[in-house]
């Protein structure tokens, strides 16, 4: 719903602009596109599930299972390519805010449903998410504590002050989110979506030189981008 909304918003504006790009607009923006690659690691965010949804397949979707995945990974890049070309061709360096729906009007209905909706998902999504980093938290700090009222009391205040801080930090990074996030995606997307793999396969599956070295190599390339990437997210800091 929300990708339809803010595609019909942006394309007309397009069209009242007669089909001409925002101000500024780059075909390639040379001072974006390195927090451009850092936020691509997060969509890698739900490979985890392929692995589950393969084991719980039946042998007619395994069969097909490959073409499957590249289908739907081939959508989800559009997607991601295409929305994102669509915003920036609309607002070009009008384009301030790092959430696209705080861009638009606040007197359009729309534009209010849509982030009554957003409200709404994160209310229901940031517990699942941060719930990891709870359970992490609480085993370093409490798992030597016996079970009492003063630990559940100070199990609850872990949690506030973990809430108290990603909001405090969002508001207060506000407008630099996309680099934050940005640098974040190359530090850790890269370690957990090339580093790890290529390790465990390793350990686990590689069993001819080849199959080692194409490990190596695609560890090599992962450090290598985690310090260009941050050396130049860092660079451009400044330019949002």
Request: proline share 3%; net charge neutral; aromatic share 14%.
């Given at each position: 719903?929300?990708?339809i909304?803010?595609?019909?918003?942006?394309?007309?504006?397009i069209?009242?602009?007669?089909?001409?790009?925002?101000?500024?607009?780059?075909?390639?923006?040379?001072?974006q596109?390195?927090?451009?690659?850092?936020?691509?690691?997060?969509?890698?965010?739900?490979v985890?599930?392929?692995?589950?949804?393969?084991?719980?397949?039946n042998?007619?979707?395994?069969?097909?299972?490959?073409?499957?995945?590249?289908?739907?990974?081939?959508?989800?890049?559009?997607?991601?390519?295409?929305?994102?070309e669509?915003?920036?061709?609309?607002?070009?360096?009008?384009?301030?805010?790092?959430?696209?729906i705080?861009?638009?009007?606040d007197?359009?209905?729309?534009?209010?449903?849509?982030?009554?909706?957003?409200?709404i998902?994160?209310?229901?999504?940031?517990?699942?998410?941060?719930?990891?980093?709870?359970?992490?938290?609480?085993?370093?700090i409490?798992?030597?504590?016996?079970?009492?009222?003063?630990?559940?009391?100070?199990?609850?205040?872990?949690?506030?002050?973990?809430?108290?801080?990603?909001?405090?930090?969002?508001?207060?990074?506000y407008?630099?989110l996309?680099?934050?996030?940005?640098?974040?995606g190359?530090?850790?997307?890269?370690?957990?979506?090339l580093?790890?793999?290529?390790?465990?396969h390793?350990?686990?599956?590689?069993?001819?030189?080849?199959?080692?070295?194409?490990?190596?190599?695609?560890?090599?390339?992962?450090?290598?981008?985690?310090?260009?990437?941050?050396?130049?997210?860092?660079?451009y800091?400044?330019?949002?």
């Open positions: 719903f929300m990708i909304l803010l595609s019909t918003l942006n394309g007309i504006i069209h009242d602009r007669g089909g001409e790009a925002g101000p500024e607009w780059e075909a390639f923006n040379s001072s596109y390195f927090t451009m690659v850092g936020l691509a690691f997060y969509m890698f965010e739900g985890t599930s392929v692995l589950p949804i393969l084991e719980a397949s042998e007619e979707a395994r069969s097909s299972f490959t073409v499957l995945l590249i289908s739907a990974l081939s959508i989800l890049l559009f997607l991601n390519i295409g929305f994102s669509l915003c920036y061709y609309a607002w070009g360096s009008d384009l301030k805010e790092p959430i696209i705080w861009q638009f009007p007197d359009n209905l729309a534009v209010i449903t849509g982030r009554i909706l957003l409200c998902v994160i209310l229901f999504s940031f517990p699942l998410q941060i719930f990891t980093a709870n359970n992490n938290i609480e085993h370093w409490f798992s030597k504590m016996e079970y009492s009222e003063v630990r559940r009391w100070l199990k609850n205040l872990s949690r506030l002050v973990v809430v108290s801080l990603a909001v405090i930090i969002s508001i207060t990074f407008f630099c996309h680099k934050i996030l940005g640098l974040t190359v530090l850790l997307g890269s370690i957990v979506v580093v790890m793999p290529s390790l465990i390793n350990k686990l599956m590689a069993t001819s030189t080849f199959q080692k070295s194409m490990n190596y190599c695609v560890i090599a390339y992962a450090l290598v981008m985690i310090i260009v990437v941050s050396f130049f997210i860092i660079y800091w400044d330019n949002k």
